[in-house]
């Protein structure tokens, strides 16, 4: 069956940086886009980055635009945001993401960036 499985994350302060890293099973990952998202406490869950299956596409929210970075390698079918400048609101649970029929959430890992 599908599984993404998040790891990386951790407690950082303002201005630091972190990789988070997705591994992928269950399926072709090469075949598919993946992307991240996240959720902070009380509110709605959020689009953060995706990448296309031949890493030519990739999209970011504004609010993190040119200080995350997302990245795949499809030979370890695994995806990766590069998270630099961290800001306290970026402070969330992140969480893997792809979509065939249906959406597939890894469990999440824990970033917090402290002021």
């Known amino acids: 069956q599908v599984q993404l499985v998040e790891s990386g994350g951790g407690l950082v302060q303002a201005g630091g940086s972190l990789r988070l890293s997705c591994a992928a099973s269950?399926?072709?990952?090469?075949?598919?886009?993946m992307g991240w998202f996240r959720q902070a406490p009380g509110k709605e869950r959020e689009f953060v980055a995706d990448?296309?299956?031949?890493?030519?596409?990739?999209a970011y929210a504004d609010s993190v635009k040119g200080r995350f970075t997302i990245s795949r390698d499809n030979a370890k079918n695994t995806v990766y945001l590069q998270m630099n400048t961290l800001k306290p609101e970026d402070t969330a649970v992140y969480l893997c993401?792809?979509?065939?029929?249906?959406?597939?959430w890894g469990q999440g890992t824990q970033v917090t960036v402290s002021s």
């Open positions: 993401w792809y979509k065939w029929r249906n959406d597939y």
């Open positions: 269950g399926f072709t990952f090469s075949m598919y886009s």
């Open positions: 990448i296309n299956w031949g890493r030519s596409s990739t």
